[in-house]
């Protein structure tokens, strides 16, 4: 597998998980399997235009 760089972040005191694929797009869901899924989905999900140059995530 060829994940790249994934995280998915959990906000204490909430149900609430953020995926952030390697190319910056970001998807919260409460379901972990739903947001591994939209992260390795990477090339079905848009790509945020807005921040393209100077990002660096992690
Ligand atoms: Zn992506």
């Known amino acids: 597998m060829s994940a790249g760089r994934l995280r998915v972040e959990w ?3 909430s149900d609430t998980l953020t ?3 390697h190319c910056g797009a ?4 409460q379901d972990p399997a ?4 939209w992260l390795l ?3 079905d999900h848009p790509a945020p235009a807005a921040l393209e140059g100077g ?3 992690g």
């Open 11 to 13: 906000s204490p005191g």
């Open 19 to 21: 995926g952030i694929c």
């Open 26 to 29: 970001r998807r919260t869901a």
């Open 34 to 37: 739903e947001i591994w899924a």
């Open 41 to 43: 989905s990477h090339p």
């Open 55 to 57: 990002v660096s995530l």
